[in-house]
């Protein structure tokens, strides 16, 4: 492909870019493709010889387009949104053609330098205290590991990285039994074992009950076991419970145990000046992090990951072999040495684009509309007489079911609010989710869609 042929390739792919942003409520939200429609259209052998750029891009969408799920559509209401915005598509188009690879300072200055004012902007925006350091991260969940594996050289001082989990001391970590999947996940990756991590107990509002925290940890150390790390979450997975940062963090404190703070979702509405409340405490914290790709319409990949003590971190990732050596090693930053990758993409791009065009007043307009259309749609379900909700909707996520009147057996409920959930999405109209709450089967909706209105 010569330089003619990608202009016009890519005027003609914006083109469509373009009216796809704008129409795309003309297709279902969820794709309604059965397993093996998308693989049998496929062939089962590379090809040959070159295929034209056209013909490949009417496959996209004669093949492809039909097996996507549209998380962009407004009516988008499951799972957290994974937002998008026209600006940061524009600055994602940048970065894939500057297509540089961001590991070290030297790679490409301005990625670096980019990076740390964003990371300060964020901090601003979010109101951390001035003392917390910032990286971008792919993921939350990968966010977690890291603070998890920092925690525990920190426990160790750095013996597990030298020598490895050999010495006969059994490490615990902890987190509210609401906590996302990817705890879990993080505890295995780190060598702490799934058997090592403890679940705390919630309250009735789904917030980890500090004194059950403060028992387990006590029952630990008796036990001549090693506390390294508690993961609180602002906003969880099923039902958007908060964890308790103040009362956790006297927990911590005392006992000189790590404490994270998973705000992947809830973070960004932390920009709200009337929702700070919800981080009272946490200039105790030891990390924190929240993803400007799930509710801060930049596209994924992008996790705002915040420490208060990099120096911990850095010498738990940092690995300098001869070949990266650079002679302004000493007095700039190198991420390759925040976190797991080597590799970095140029993250920080988009998030530069998305808040300047927005501004930190657009940002909020757009938040604080997701946020009083769920109360507006809540108070429809609790004023229905066949609907109701389950919990105290948090932000913009509820949860509720079908409850008609005169059916209160739990198992005929369940499968009547499944088989509702089964035929909203297969109508194509809406996408949600379901979770269980006290053991009840709950169709899970969430508004954050960039264009939902």
């Known amino acids: 492909m010569n330089s003619d042929d990608f202009r016009h390739h890519a005027h003609e792919f914006v ?18 493709v059965q397993p093996n429609d998308v693989l049998t259209q496929l062939p089962t052998d590379p090809p040959i010889r070159p295929e034209p750029v056209s013909q490949v891009f009417e496959d996209f969408q004669s093949v492809i387009l ?10 988008f209401h499951a799972y957290f ?20 690879q961001c590991m070290s300072w ?38 977690t ?31 509210s039994v609401d906590a996302h999947s990817s705890v879990e996940k993080a505890v295995k990756i780190a060598g702490i074992g799934q058997r090592n991590l403890r679940r705390i107990p919630v309250d009735r509002s789904h917030g980890m009950i500090a004194s059950a925290l403060e028992d387990a940890i006590v029952k630990d150390i008796e036990a001549s076991r090693h506390p390294i790390c508690v993961i609180g979450t602002l906003g969880t997975t099923s039902v958007g419970g908060f964890d308790p940062i103040r009362e956790m963090s006297q ?14 979702w809830a973070g960004s509405a932390l920009i709200l000046p009337e929702h700070r409340q919800l981080i009272d405490g946490i200039e105790h ?42 002679r302004q090693d000493s007095v700039v930053t190198n991420y390759r040495d925040w976190g797991i990758q080597l590799g970095r993409r140029f993250r920080a791009l988009k998030l530069w684009f998305v808040i300047r065009t927005y501004g930190l007043e657009g940002l909020r307009t757009k938040i604080r509309s997701h946020i009083q259309m769920a109360q507006e749609t809540a108070a429809a379900i609790d004023a229905a007489p066949d609907f109701e909700l389950l919990v105290t909707p948090a932000l913009s996520l509820l949860c509720f079911r079908y409850h008609p009147v005169g059916v209160d057996d739990a198992t005929q409920l369940d499968a009547l609010n499944e088989a509702l959930l089964h035929r909203l999405n297969d109508s194509g109209s809406l996408y949600v989710t379901h979770t269980r709450v006290d053991d009840a089967y709950a169709i899970r909706f969430v508004v954050g869609q960039t264009d939902t209105e």
């Open 145 to 175: 590991l890291v603070a998890l594996i920092t925690a525990r050289e920190r426990a160790t001082t750095y013996r597990a990285n030298d020598s490895g989990l050999n010495h006969g001391e059994e490490l615990t970590a902890y987190c």
């Open 15 to 32: 083109d469509w870019m373009a009216d796809y942003l704008d129409q795309v409520e003309r297709f279902p939200v969820k794709a309604q």
């Open 106 to 143: 030297e790679t490409s200055p301005a990625a670096t330098e980019l990076e740390i004012r964003m990371l300060q902007w964020l901090q601003q925006m979010i109101g951390l205290p001035g003392d917390f350091i910032g990286s971008i991260q792919d993921t939350a969940s990968t966010a």
């Open 81 to 100: 949104p994974a937002n998008s915005s026209r600006p940061s598509v524009l600055a994602e188009m940048l970065t894939a053609t500057l297509a540089a």
């Open 285 to 326: 914290a030891d990390s924190f992090v929240f993803n400007p790709h799930k509710w801060l319409f930049t596209n994924f990949d992008c996790s705002a990951f915040f420490v208060r003590d990099p120096e911990a971190l850095i010498e738990t990732f940092r690995i300098t072999p001869e070949y990266l050596k650079t």
């Open 251 to 264: 927990v911590t404190t005392r006992h000189n145990v790590w404490l994270h703070i998973d705000a992947a």
């Open 66 to 75: 039909p097996g996507m799920t549209h998380w962009q559509h407004p009516n």
